[in-house]
């Protein structure tokens, strides 16, 4: 597509359930990016992939949260057993290998009751 | 720690005046910062960014200035407008890792 879609665009879940993140970065974009933003708060880093290299997962809050990247391209954000703090926007960004600056989706607003 | 710091979490100004938006940073190994803009119920879109090779980078009707020796950039926009009301994040990249580092954002109004 022309931009990087994500989906879905709103999830509400109880607390305590699985929660599955849809990215579908923009075609040809080796480098990809989660990111969350809390209510007020400002871009937290998640996890970065890089092509066939391992991922940078040092801002995954908990073991809880995990993801991949399958054949280069769409990416899937799990939540396990979510609680209420994991209520946020989640942000998905992709960029060409070498450019740095990175095209953002539109987000999926995660709401945890 | 906050290595990317945007001190200032609104800013209003008249429309046709300048807009500054600050960000400081602690990390000297950034090489490379960018701004972003972020509309409510929409991802951040792409404004413009700078090299440290660089001190300034102009686009249209917004600037970007680098002032490494404190560690300071800051986004002027001139002439403001109504539809520039959003909330801007600066971010920066170090050489030796992709990871873009985000503050924490200023919400800038223009009033009309």
């Known amino acids: 597509g022309a931009g990087v879609s994500q989906s879905p665009s709103n999830k509400v879940t109880e607390k305590g359930k699985d929660v599955e993140l849809r990215c579908d970065p923009i075609?040809?974009?080796?480098?990809l990016y989660w990111y969350r933003q809390s209510l007020g708060q400002g871009l937290e880093f998640l996890i970065y992939?890089?092509?066939?290299?391992?991922?940078?997962k040092s801002g995954l809050p908990s073991d809880r949260f995990s993801a991949e990247r399958t054949g280069g391209s769409v990416s899937t954000l799990t939540i396990q057993r979510t609680q209420q703090e994991d209520s946020a926007v989640y942000l998905c960004?992709?960029?060409?290998?070498?450019?740095?600056?990175?095209?953002f989706g539109q987000g999926t607003r995660l709401t945890v009751v | 720690d906050q290595q990317v710091k945007q001190n200032s979490p609104s800013l209003s100004v008249q429309e046709g005046r300048i807009s500054i938006l600050n960000c400081d940073y602690t990390?000297?190994?950034?090489?490379?910062f960018l701004w972003y803009k972020k509309y409510p119920a929409e991802g951040p879109t792409f404004l413009i960014s700078?090299?440290?090779?660089?001190d300034k980078n102009e686009d249209g009707r917004f600037t970007v200035f680098l002032n490494k020796s404190a560690k300071h950039l800051s986004l002027h926009i001139v002439p403001s407008q109504p539809g520039d009301s959003a909330v801007y994040f600066c971010?920066?990249?170090?050489?030796?890792?992709?990871?873009?580092?985000f503050g924490s954002g200023t919400r800038l109004l223009v009033r009309p």
């Open positions: 990390n000297s190994m950034f090489d490379y």
């Open positions: 992939f890089q092509g066939n290299s391992a991922p940078d």
């Open positions: 075609s040809g974009h080796t480098a």
């Open positions: 960004a992709s960029s060409a290998r070498g450019n740095t600056e990175a095209f």
């Open positions: 971010a920066a990249r170090a050489d030796s890792s992709y990871k873009l580092i």
């Open positions: 700078i090299s440290s090779i660089k």
